[in-house]
């Protein structure tokens, strides 16, 4: 994963899951604004499972434990978008604790796959 994906993803999960985590806090329904963050964490993902595929098929060494790194890729493509459902689907505040947890799993998981690339 290169760097300079891995800060931008990670700071702007973490920005989502501060935010979501702030609208929890004021007591408020799950807004557009909140979704819209976490949906834009889950574009980055996306972004970065073009990316890995890309670079896995030309540039990994053999040393690489690249089945580990596309498992956390693929179960953190499913954490936003199971929050996302669940946020529509039972539309209290808590919620927004919900789509709050979602954005830092997926900040941890980032973390890890950081650590798994073997480009670092």
């Known amino acids: ?3 300079v994906l891995y800060f931008v993803f990670s700071t702007f999960a973490a920005a989502a899951a501060l935010l979501t985590a ?3 806090v004021a007591r408020a329904l799950p807004n557009l604004v909140g979704l819209a963050a976490v949906v834009l964490v889950e574009l980055g993902l996306l972004t970065q499972l073009v990316t890995s595929i ?3 098929t030309g540039t990994v060494s053999a040393r690489a434990n690249l089945p580990e790194f ?3 890729l693929v179960v953190a493509l499913l954490v936003p978008l199971l929050a996302i459902f669940w946020a529509l689907a039972e ?11 979602g954005a830092f799993t997926v900040f941890v998981m980032l973390t890890r796959m950081h650590f ?3 480009a670092n």
């Open 91 to 101: 539309r209290v505040f808590w919620s927004n604790y919900v789509l709050a947890v």
């Open 22 to 24: 702030g609208f929890g």
């Open 1 to 3: 994963m290169p760097d």
């Open 54 to 56: 890309v670079l896995a």
């Open 116 to 118: 798994l690339w073997p």
């Open 70 to 72: 596309f498992v956390y």
